[in-house]
């Protein structure tokens, strides 16, 4: 199996896991919690899961399909750290307009490290059991 294919699954799980991480999280907010930690939950998680795309774009373009770097480094930094501040501004004039809390905001922010650890559990299961046996 090539790269690109291992990459385009792995890729593909995580997405799905984002999404289904979000939906999970934000239910259980909107059950057990105030309206704003609810609402931070989700917009922390929307605005992280399209972070996670454009960052996962930004990584395509700069590689070609042989995996030889096609952009410049400081390109791909440049645009890391316009991403960045981009999603700073967007988290303070959430905070500011007081639309979300900010502890469910932290709690939706946590989205894609609570899928990426599942991923990884999940990919460390699927190797120790393929030894196993």
Same mark, same amino acid.
């Given at each position: 199996?090539?790269?690109?294919?291992?990459?385009?699954?792995?890729?593909?799980?995580?997405?799905?896991?984002n999404?289904?991480?979000?939906?999970?999280?934000?239910?259980?907010?909107? $059950?057990l919690?105030?309206?704003?930690?609810?609402?931070?939950?989700?917009?922390?998680?929307?605005?992280?899961?399209?972070n996670?795309g $454009?960052?996962?774009h930004?990584?395509?373009?700069?590689?070609?399909?042989?995996?030889?770097?096609t952009?410049?480094?400081?390109?791909?930094?440049l645009?890391?750290?316009?991403r $960045?501040?981009?999603l700073?501004?967007?988290l303070?004039? $959430?905070?500011?307009?007081?639309?979300?809390h900010?502890?469910?905001l932290?709690?939706?922010?946590?989205?894609?490290?609570?899928?990426?650890?599942a991923?990884?559990?999940?990919?460390?299961?699927k190797?120790?059991?393929?030894?196993?046996?």
């Open positions: 199996m090539s790269v690109d294919l291992e990459w385009k699954a792995a890729y593909r799980q995580i997405r799905w896991l999404w289904v991480t979000l939906l999970v999280m934000s239910g259980a907010g909107a $059950l919690l105030a309206p704003e930690m609810a609402a931070g939950i989700v917009l922390g998680g929307m605005v992280m899961i399209a996670f $454009l960052l996962q930004t990584i395509r373009r700069a590689f070609s399909q042989e995996g030889t770097m952009a410049t480094k400081a390109s791909v930094i645009k890391y750290y316009f $960045l501040l981009g700073g501004v967007i303070f004039f $959430l905070i500011k307009q007081g639309w979300v900010p502890v469910g932290a709690i939706g922010v946590s989205t894609i490290l609570v899928s990426l650890v991923f990884g559990i999940k990919r460390v299961c190797t120790y059991i393929r030894e196993a046996t």
